[in-house]
């Protein structure tokens, strides 16, 4: 699901959050994990947002094939308008 921001231009890569919102994650992979950075299922399309006392899940994760990113929430300079309202960047379903 790979796809541009409309905002900042930015690669991405659409994943659904376990509430199944749509989240728009820079395409980039990160070798390292902090809290508020996403862990990606790619087999799944779904993601996490990590929080302090996940981070060290993450290495098991990364074994089963899990990817680590930024949300382009905290990267895109039009942040503001992705949380007003996710569903007009989200590709049709
Ligand atoms: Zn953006």
């Known amino acids: 699901m790979s796809a541009t921001c409309g905002s900042c ?3 991405i890569t659409w994943a659904r959050t376990e509430r199944g919102r749509p989240m728009p994650l820079d395409v980039e992979e990160l ?5 508020g950075l ?5 087999a799944r399309g779904t ?16 074994e089963r094939g899990a990817t680590v990113h930024r949300s382009d929430w905290d990267t895109c300079p039009s942040a503001e308008q992705h949380r007003v309202s ?3 960047e989200a590709p049709p379903l």
């Not at 070798?31 to 809290?35: E, I, L």
């Not at 996403?38 to 790619?42: E, F, H």
């Not at 929080?51 to 993450?58: A, F, I, K, P, R």
């Open 9 to 11: 231009d930015a690669a």
């Open 31 to 35: 070798d390292f994990a902090a809290p």
């Open 38 to 42: 996403v862990v990606l299922n790619p």
């Open 47 to 62: 993601c996490r947002v990590l929080s302090e006392g996940q981070l060290m899940l993450v290495a098991g994760w990364r």
């Open 86 to 88: 996710p569903q007009q």
